[in-house]
């Protein structure tokens, strides 16, 4: 009986293992500049279920983007752990860290930060580049998923031409030209109306249906009604988790 | 307000100490450079100017072409200046001048000097001196008066009250001072120490229009248009030349112009001779109006270089202060004020360069006065205006770059309000590509010119000279030894000593003596050639190579009407068969070829070798005794040569030089220039690499958001550095292309200055290329390298 307890605790713990993406342990980051020093993270413990739509609120300056580009992979931490697909990256060097996110996380920013030298279409194309995929193959997945994000007509534009939704849409495009098993995004909708945001935040809900973990950070409650999760932080500190209904979701999507 | 200016551009400088120091140094060496460049021009410019009415005076020369041989110089007969001064109106005065080398005497004080010249009573009407004492019109009015300089009155009477003394010339004419002149000036093509009537002069009276070894200055009246006066000039050719030419050597002038050939008179501006006349017989070491163009071109690219650096500099720097700028604007400092920090900054900047500029002048001045071979001075408080343009210069380099940096950074938004204006502009990259564009192409251009530069030197130096230059001592005033055969034999009974030859000339000193010679099969053809008398051991003493035949021989008798030339002299003969030819020199009797010399290089590079003739022993004046010794103990072989000297010889001053000195000095001008050149050309490369860093720190600084973005997206460290290469490395490819035509043409012409030159080869601008693009490679990589590494957030943030 005890051993059976033993293993079947064992069993769930490795599923839980499998099924949760992102874990990261009392995490901190400090920023220090000449003057001051910035807690900006405090013991932050947080779990996120491959497949999962979750999103992070908080007053500005609370660091959600802080958090969100330790997340992405993008910033180190200043103490704690995080472990990334059953991977410590901690300690990871700014090398390592590039070798895991490419190709495994996309990002969407409030700023867009689409190259203003490039077309929509390399901007897309980009990252297959960095994949070392050939230029047949880039040419199909960008044409596919410019279609799909209806920006297609717009290949050949340049950002500046482009309304801030077609911005957004093209950002996205970007990110999820990849296949990507994580899509982080900061205030994806900050600088959009209300119509371009909610074609945005469906956007978003369809990707995580087939199965991408999305992570967001948002001001607003309404795009936070997307997520199954909302993630409330203040002062650098998590201070409260809504579910807002039972995770559902059937194909997850393979490891890599 | 200025003060609070100050202030603030102060604490800036402070804050971004490694820009500062960059950007400070940059245009200090660039400023420091063309300021002593603009000195070395501004002094090269500055011959003969000294003279009054210099605009008004000319000196005669001669331009002809007679068969195979062309010439052109300032060479002129005895009867020119009389007939000018007769026929011509418009030549107020005429002056003749002819030199000579002598030794002169005053009790103990025994030199040989070879700046004494015979020169028309009317000299000082032309030259102008400054008189220390005598009197201008009457110093050079008797026969034996002599005007001496300041220095010559010091070496041989202690001091300058010398009016009234007298000087023994060549042991037994007594001259007596008339006057005595402050010394020349440095900035003058005529050097002299001493002045001797020219009636003195034995051939003085010698009518005959083709004996043409002297020179005449004139001096024309007023108004008188040049090219008026040399047409005029030449109706003396008809009047003259053509008759002496039909008594002398039976020619007819116009059968001899129908053949193609011709005899011109011309004439030089006085102030022209200096960078303008290269004769093999200028009265003194003349510049190059060549090396002048270049270096003014050289000081002007560093300057360009320099300013252009400065402006890039400053511009990388003020995106880094864009948000500060931002700020301030957004809390209503106006666009003026914001111009004029930034134009006050920039001029400050400049002027602190120009200070350390000036400083590093003052110090580097003695050192480039050795590698120019002459004294520069900057001597502001002579030169005021120089100081005021070389400030001009620096406020107008800071004026300019900062106007430049305070636009573009006055015209950042301080919010993103347009969409348009997220890109930087096509203008501005294609200004910053064209700035680097040029940067590179004058770079690279100098790399290849350095490159040829350089090859050239080496060229030189490893050219086979045709003689053997170390361990030869040359005695001068051979000619005054008792008996030279038994000194000749005493001195090499020394062991150290292997043999010695008396001769009129060694290579090095073949200046003089152009004669005609002409085949013996009365081959109407007139050949010019050089011409030495040697003694049978002139080829054994200075390891002369011979080509065919035999050297001289003590005991074969009938060598006395025999002779060797040199390869170029079989070549202006048009011999096949050299030896046994018989040529005959003038009208005297026919000379025999025994043998056939290789070339010896006795002239700078930039002059073809002449045809030589080697005249068996005392066929002319000879006074060089060359002697070869063993090498090592210089010292003692001079000790024992000199105290054979005084043995054979009553005051006669014993004088020598080192034949590879003598040699060395033939370069030396070539050589300095050569190598001022490198040093300024490595100089103005290495403001253009600190250039180079700027613009690409400054182009890392306007790319920062872009790297952000591009390693968020996957990209490694390697691709970003990769990509901020491309762009320069296709620039830097239109560069060479851009230079690589303009360096090969530019450096061929110059090449062409020396008759003996080394190739401009391909690898010269593969180097040169090859070099830019690492040099242009790795500063990028450092500067990107940072960038490249950090994390992707710290330049997203960038805004
Ligand atoms: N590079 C940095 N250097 C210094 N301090 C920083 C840096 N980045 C962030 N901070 C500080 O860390 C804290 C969190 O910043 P963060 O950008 O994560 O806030 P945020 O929650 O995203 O705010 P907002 O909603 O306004 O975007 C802030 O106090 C900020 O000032
Ligand atoms: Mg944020």
Redesign the interface.
Known sequence: MQFYLARQLALEKQTYKLKIMIITKDLCKVFRTEEVETSALHDVNLHIQRGEFAAIMGPSGCGKSTLL?II?L???PSNGSYIFNNTDVTKKS??QR?HF???NIG?I?QSF?????LTVFENVE??LI??GLTASKRKAKVNEVLDRMNISHRAKH???QLSGGQQQRVAIA?AVV?DPNLILADEPTGNLDSSNGTEVMELLKELNHSGTTVVMVTHSVRDSEYADRVIHLFDGKVVSENKHKQIKREPIKEEL | MIWNNIKIAFRNLWRDKIFSLINISGLAIGLACCIIIFLFVSNELSYDKYHKDYQQIYRLGIEAKLGDMEMKGPFTSNPMAPTLLSEFPEVEEAVRINRSSSIIQNEDKIFSENRIFWVDSTFFKLFSANFISGNPAQALNESKQMVITKSMALKFFGNIEAIGKSLKVNQNHDYTISAVIEDCPPNTHFQFDFLIPYFDYPQSRDNFWLNDGKYTYVKLKKGTKQSDFDKKLNTLVTNYVAPALKSALNINYEDMVKAGNYYRFYSRPMSDIHLHSHSTFELGNNGDILNVTLFTIIAILILVIACINFTNLSTARSSKRAKEIGVRKSLGSSKTRLIFQFLFESILLSLIAFTIAMIIVEFVLPITSVLIGKELSSNYINNPHLFFIFLGISIATGLLSGTYAAFFLSSFKPVKVL??E??KGKNNLLLRKSLVIFQFSISIFLFIATFTVYKQMQFIQDKKLGFEKENVLVLKNADKISNIKSFKERIQSYPGIISSTFASAIPGEFLNGNIIGRKADLDPNQYSFRRISADEDYQKTLHLELVEGRFFNEVIASDSSKVLINEAGVKELGLTNPIEEVIARGVTRPLTIIGVVKDIHGDTFRNKILPLIILPKDSEYQTRLAIRYHAGNKNAILGIIKKEWNNYTTNIPFEYYHLNNLIHDLHKKEYATMRTFSAFACLSILIAILGLLGLSSYTTEQRI??I??????????E?IIKMMNKDFLQWILISILISSPLAYFFMSKWLENFAYRANLDIWIFIASGLLSILIAITTISIQTWKAA?????ES?RYE
């Open positions: 580009n992405g993008l910033d180190n700014e090398k590039t996110r490419k190709g990002f920013f930060n689409l190259i203003d030298e980009l990252p960095y994949m340049y950002p500046q970007r990849t | 969409k348009g997220l890109s958001k872009e952000g973005i591009r390693k968020t997206l996957g990209s490694s460290v691709d590494n950090q994390n992707p957030v997203l």
